[in-house]
């Protein structure tokens, strides 16, 4: 049987399988994360979100199924390629570098990507560039808020604060698709609905796409646009937040009838 795929502007992952040994982590999972839209990533702890999520960066090699980036074949190209592409991530422990300050944090993120070019370019930086990082950096802090912490150093920041740097660096590198692990552990109530709305804002104003794997599920209901959701490896269902609260199997399988009335209030 064959099936016309539509070409996806952004992230596409087909029919993923991953084993590890006797174990199938990820069996079958197919998603799109394209430009303009933030897409979820959603299942209780060991349901294949991080090895799905290994998958499309590259970190991972699937066992079978295929990943595509703007419609071409990745499946075989490593991270820094993916990068160069327009393919950014986080990580779930933040790697910020504290002897850095935060401005020098945010010039790596647009660096590495230049650097991905040409390692010359590290060597022989050109002033053209110097002058291309700083505007890119400060765009970042800008849209994360963060500029009054330009020349801190990380290591003197709150969580929430270092969570926000750690975006902004990666949307300092100018990728148009970002993948974010767990983006918002670690921060309170009122911090998690600032960091909801910069990613929103990434969205609207930046056309960015967004992979985002959480497990907030009130910030993942009020910012997503569409969801994915995974159990034991497989895909159980997708559909936006609205659809996914209110189905039976999401019910059943993770989020419980109290998880359920929750995501149902955030949403009304
Ligand atoms: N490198 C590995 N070798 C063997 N098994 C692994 C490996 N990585 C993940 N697994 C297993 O694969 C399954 C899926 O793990 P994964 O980390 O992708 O789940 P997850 O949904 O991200 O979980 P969590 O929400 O707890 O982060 C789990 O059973 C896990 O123990």
């Known amino acids: ?112 990507g230049l650097a991905g070019g040409s390692p010359w370019r590290l060597v022989v930086s050109r002033p053209r560039d110097a002058a291309d990082i700083r505007r890119r950096t400060e765009r970042a802090a800008e849209v994360c808020g963060i500029v009054d912490l330009l020349d801190r150093v990380p290591a003197d920041l709150s969580t929430g604060q270092r969570r926000l740097v750690e975006l902004a660096r990666v949307v300092a590198g100018e990728f148009s698709v970002l993948l974010l692990d767990e983006p918002s552990s670690g921060l309170d109530g009122r911090e998690t609905t600032e960091f909801g709305a910069i990613l929103r804002r990434l969205i609207v104003e930046r056309s960015l796409g967004i992979l985002l794997v959480e497990h907030d599920m009130a910030l993942v209901m009020s910012v997503c646009d569409y969801l994915y959701v995974l159990d034991f490896g497989r895909p159980i269902f997708e559909g936006t937040p609205a659809e996914v609260a209110a189905s039976d199997v999401v019910r059943a399988a993770y989020l419980g009838a109290d998880g359920a009335a929750d995501a149902l209030e955030v949403l009304a």
């Open 1 to 112: 049987m064959s099936a016309v795929h539509a070409r996806v502007e952004g992230l596409e992952a087909r029919n993923l399988v991953m084993r590890f040994g006797g174990l199938v982590a990820v069996d079958g999972m197919s998603l799109q994360a394209p430009r303009g839209r933030l897409t979820g990533l959603i299942g209780p702890n060991g349901a294949g979100k991080t090895t799905t999520f290994n998958m499309c960066s590259g970190l991972a090699r699937p066992t079978s199924g295929t990943v595509l980036f703007d419609g071409s074949d990745v499946t075989h190209e490593p991270p820094h390629a993916r990068a160069l592409r327009g393919l950014g991530r986080t990580f779930q422990r933040m790697e910020l570098f504290d002897s850095l300050t935060v401005r020098e944090n945010l010039d790596l993120g647009r660096e590495a």
